[in-house]
């Protein structure tokens, strides 16, 4: 006996935001979960499992924050059980929830995933003292800036590749209401001339901070056959992790990164990546992640991933293969929410919901996240047809 | 070794805001007023301190209602001595209260000299702060409802405050410290006793030959205890690097902007971050060879803090053959099953 078939019949996300300060984080994650409820017709009495995850809990200072919003989110009675992968929880969350599904142990689930992080510093959670030494390094731009430096080199890549996929990136966004960045005015010359915040990155090429929430609600075969209204099958799903320190690690394309998409396309039967897959909603938190990815994941050869940028072939408009026709984490970035945001808009996607930023006739979309020092992996695909 | 494992305080601090949406607002803007409120669930009941949802059905709760300050000890247990950054300038007893009126108990303080003044079903009644903000600790605690000793022990009603007319509480400090005894643990321990030595070690990987710095006691290659201490020189080359222009809330000596960078030291096989000083960040290169700046003699301790940073050597830049992966990939180095 296979897994059971999974259908995602509910999409719901909160205006992504700097400050939501007229709601509580159970009211954030209420506002998500009611629409993902809507869409899927379902009451919460519907709902078998709540599956939940978010960053570490310094981005709010909640300790353990699933605790309390067992009223919020209906799950008094229920199990109730929360995901922790660093940044690329949202993925994980989702690939956990699909789980409970595709194993028969539940009907239906509820998933969720969030981030306030207006109530904290993310650049301080992120670098929290330490005795006998001392910080040299400034947050994830500090860790990750040398990443893309050696991409850089090792691609001869033309030195604004980064500026174009942050000013797509932007203007995606003004294509989504729910998108935190709405930069009307913006042009690529601005993207160009921001000042360098850690050199080769400039301030423009990197993601906000937001507060937010994602929820879905997936369920088995005859939940999705029965259910009126768009849904997209999920096709596939991976994570993977590895240690962010070894010796000849390759950093810029880890190797747990192209064993989970190896295993998440193998699942899904796809063998031409970049001809078969019609949206992608990969996790580029800074602009040259775009194109790293597009390597890592088999869409584009090594040292050409770039190439597909400058083409515009990643652009929603005009482009085989639109990546993060939402705006992207450069556009929104609740980050405990920011995984699942790329599984939910992918999802969209093959349901025909995706609304200004829909991909004509998608199909089959992508949705990924990653996390840590780019050591931890969550991929789905998701398709229009069973 | 000879050495003991090390160990320090360790701090976190930070001054956490929370948001507290209409419902809990409003109790916290009812406490800044003196008036107690609770929410009225659907089957009629009544919950204090009051939750934005119900936990039956999960039904949005937005009828809140006042209740009388005093009430019952439904539980309680006796808090011991005063504890540091308790909000109490005596020991307490924790009581669980139920306010009359409400259908569910409180968590909160009550004032008596000992335990043997407390016991299960005593009346009690609210004891307010005088400057009052907007937060549980508006309530100083409860005292036995006999009991006239406190100041402002009176009741207020719901005729002398109208909550919508003064300005509502939207978010509540919390802010967060937590005091921890760190411990960097063997292999790191040995590491930075021989920093006051100005003394670089690793350790080996007993199944790849693999040298990881600073030292980790595991192989995180092989998944088994490293074999053998190693020691390094203090010279090595760039991986890479970034020219930051963001200040470190840590680093208020490091002036942007500042060069961070990963360095590899001559036989070791993975990097680590460090600062390239002495040099304009502009003319840091992928390769570059550098060596450590150290403390004066006099100043070293036991700490990695010993190297201000990496200076260039002025030698040849070394070749990176891989470049996309970090540290070296030596043919003694097997990878292990994850390559």
Wanted: with cysteine; hydrophobic share 40%; glycine share 10%.
């Amino acid at each position: 006996m296979g897994k059971e078939r999974t259908a995602v019949i509910g999409v719901g996300q909160t205006k992504y935001a700097s400050t939501r300060g007229d709601v509580s984080m159970a009211g954030l994650l209420r506002e998500a979960a009611q629409r993902a409820l809507d869409t899927a017709h379902k009451t919460w009495s519907d709902i078998d499992a709540v599956v939940m995850g978010k960053a570490p809990d310094f981005f709010e200072g909640v300790m353990m924050p699933e605790i309390y919003l067992a009223e919020a989110l209906g799950c008094v009675g229920k199990p109730i059980m929360r995901v922790h992968t660093a940044g690329s929880v949202g993925g994980s969350t989702a690939c956990v929830a699909a789980s409970m599904v595709q194993s028969r142990v539940h009907s239906t689930v509820l998933t969720i995933a969030w981030e306030k992080q207006s109530e904290s510093n993310a650049m301080w959670a992120l670098s929290l003292p330490q005795p006998f030494t001392t910080s040299v390094n400034a947050g994830a731009g500090g860790y990750f800036s040398p990443i893309m430096r050696r991409y850089m080199a090792m691609s001869d890549a033309p030195e604004l590749i980064g500026c174009l996929v942050a000013f797509k990136d932007r203007q995606h966004a003004l294509k989504n209401p729910y998108a935190h960045l709405h930069q009307h005015d913006l042009t690529f010359e601005q993207v160009v001339e921001s000042p360098m915040l850690w050199d080769p990155i400039r301030y423009s090429e990197t993601c906000p901070s937001s507060d937010g929430a994602c929820a879905m609600v997936l369920t088995d075969e005859a939940g999705g056959d029965a259910h009126d209204g768009p849904v997209a099958w999920v096709s596939g799903t991976a994570m993977r992790s590895e240690s962010n320190s070894y010796g000849g690690r390759n950093m810029v394309s880890p190797a747990a990164s192209e064993q989970c998409a190896d295993d998440v396309f193998a699942q899904a039967g796809i063998h031409d990546r970049r001809a078969e897959i019609d949206a992608v909603e990969m996790y580029v938190p800074f602009s040259w992640y775009e194109p790293m990815w597009l390597e890592s994941l088999g869409f584009a050869d090594k040292g050409k991933g770039w190439q597909l940028v400058e083409s515009g072939a990643t652009a929603l408009d005009g482009g085989d293969l639109p990546v993060n026709p939402s705006g992207g984490v450069l556009s929104s970035n609740a980050i405990g929410a920011s995984g699942m945001i790329r599984f939910a808009e992918a999802a969209l996607q093959v349901m025909g919901e995706a609304g200004e930023h829909q991909v004509d006739g998608a199909r089959t979309a992508f949705g990924h996240a990653y996390g840590g020092g780019a050591q931890y992996f969550a991929m789905w695909i998701v398709a229009k047809d069973k | 070794m000879p050495e003991e494992v090390l160990q320090a305080p360790l701090v976190l601090e930070y001054p956490f805001t929370g948001t507290t949406g209409p419902v809990v607002g409003r109790f916290l803007t009812g406490l800044r007023e003196g008036v107690v409120l609770g929410v009225r669930r659907s089957d009629g009941t009544v919950m204090c301190p009051p939750l934005e949802y119900d936990p039956a059905d999960a039904s949005p709760l937005e009828e809140m209602v006042e209740l009388p300050q005093s009430g019952e000890v439904v539980s309680w247990s006796w808090g011991g001595p005063r504890r540091e950054q308790q909000p109490f300038d005596q020991p307490v007893a924790w009581a669980l209260i139920q306010l009359d009126g409400a259908d569910t108990p409180m968590l909160h303080a009550v004032l008596v000299d000992g335990p043997e003044q407390m016991s299960t079903g005593m009346r009690v009644q609210i004891k307010w702060r005088d400057e009052r903000e907007g937060h549980i600790t508006d309530i100083c605690g409860f005292v036995p409802e006999s009991d006239e000793t406190g100041p402002k022990t009176a009741s207020k009603t719901s005729t002398t405050v109208d909550l919508d007319s003064v300005e509502a509480v939207q978010s509540v400090r919390t802010p967060i410290r937590l005091n921890y005894s760190y411990t960097p643990g063997r292999a790191l321990s040995e590491y930075l006793y021989a920093m006051k030595d100005k003394r670089i070690i690793g350790d080996r990987c007993g199944d790849t030959g693999q040298v990881f710095v600073p030292p980790r006691g595991v192989s995180p290659v092989a998944g088994k205890a490293t074999i053998e201490t190693v020691d390094l020189p203090d010279v090595g080359y760039v991986e890479s690097f970034n020219i930051t222009r963001v200040p470190i809330a840590t680093r208020p000596d490091l002036e942007p902007p500042y060069c961070s960078a990963w360095i590899v030291l001559d036989g070791a096989s993975v990097g680590f971050m460090g600062l390239v000083i002495n040099c304009e960040p502009e003319s840091v290169r992928l390769g570059m060879r550098v060596r450590a700046v150290w403390k004066p003699d006099e100043e070293l301790e036991v700490s990695a803090t010993n190297i201000l940073g990496w200076e260039p050597t002025g030698e040849a830049d070394e070749v990176i053959a891989d470049i996309e992966r970090i540290g070296r990939v030596g043919p003694q180095q097997k990878r292990g099953s994850a390559s």
